[in-house]
């Protein structure tokens, strides 16, 4: 999914004009994504559990870190420190949750884990709404201070509470919890690689014009049909997982695939309506050739609480 060329007809949503690589940035593109997948291959299956929690973390400070640069090109205050602070303690919390009582379900009052989670919902999100307001009241004056809570409080939403999800996948199954999080990614990613390839080869169609001109609806078909075709290839890392109270079937797994597909572009989606509200390109220059952290999870924000709901509730 890249970029419409204006045409005539572009109020139509329709482009004539041949698309092609950009071969220097695809170039980019597989150096990045090869170092980050070594990145991920590295941190599930090698390393110890903590550096896993210490990872997403990190994804989740340098992504927040991202949201809230980019938010001062609206003109909204926010006190970026603090709310980097702010996703991080929430983050930790989880991964403390997860590793003492994995998964969502609700415990009794004294099972273990109860604690945490009186601190993660109980306390934590109480408190952070104080700590933002008292925040709020030290500022010189009250310009945007709505703009500010509101902006801080979807902020840790939209990216610590969304991307924690990952925890709860990788320890709610303790066998088969890192082969599960690497299926979501491979599926999720590799949607996002259907997209650009298709929408640079075939995409004519805007998708959302007044969003963003570079997705197509060809380069949205090929995320789908990529995702739901490597989630069928890839079902051999699901065979302990019993999804439907039943070993996987290539259908289960194909639709499976084709939801995370249909999600994931919309989380792309999201993110670029957030990109165009604050006028910027990308969030960030951390990773050559695909952006910021935020560029990159942008996808998997919306994936990861869908996938894990599947594997819950499905």
């Not at 930790?92 to 994995?102: D, E, K, N, Q």
């Not at 801080?152 to 990952?166: D, E, H, K, V």
């Not at 290539?250 to 999201?270: E, H, R």
């Amino acid at each position: 999914m890249t970029e419409v060329t204006a045409q005539p007809l572009a109020h139509a949503g329709v482009s004539t004009e041949p698309r092609s690589f950009a071969p220097a940035n695809l170039v980019k593109r597989l150096c990045s994504s090869a170092l980050l997948v070594s990145l991920v291959l590295a941190t599930l299956f090698w390393f110890p559990l903590w550096m896993f929690a210490l990872v997403v973390c990190g994804f989740v400070a340098i992504g927040l870190y991202e949201f809230f640069t980019i938010i001062r090109h609206r003109g909204i205050l926010v006190h970026r420190p603090l709310n980097i602070t702010l996703g991080i303690v929430f983050t930790g919390l989880v991964a403390w949750r997860s590793m003492v009582a994995p998964g969502l379900v609700p415990l009794p009052m004294m099972a273990p884990g109860a604690t945490i989670i009186s601190w993660m919902w109980g306390i934590f999100w109480p408190a952070t709404i104080v700590i933002i307001f008292i925040r709020q009241f030290t500022r010189e004056n009250t310009f945007e201070a709505l703009g500010g809570l509101a902006t801080t409080l979807f902020g840790l939403a939209y990216i610590a509470a969304l991307f924690s999800y990952f925890l709860y996948i990788r320890t709610t199954y303790p066998v088969v919890g890192m082969w599960l999080v690497f299926y979501l990614i491979l599926v999720t990613k590799i949607g996002d690689v259907g997209a650009y390839a298709v929408g640079n080869l075939l995409g004519r169609h805007q998708l959302v014009a007044r969003i963003s001109p570079r997705k197509t609806v060809e380069g949205l078909i090929g995320a789908v049909l990529c995702s739901g075709g490597v989630a069928v290839v890839a079902r051999g890392l699901l065979h302990q997982q019993h999804l439907f109270g039943q070993s996987p079937t290539p259908f289960v797994t194909l639709c499976v695939g084709l939801l995370l597909g249909v999600i994931g572009q919309l989380g792309d989606l999201a993110e670029s309506l957030i990109k165009r509200d604050c006028q910027v390109k990308d969030t960030g220059t951390l990773i050559p050739g695909l952006g910021g952290v935020l560029d990159v999870i942008d996808s998997l924000l919306f994936t990861a609480p869908m996938f894990y709901g599947i594997l819950i509730y499905g």
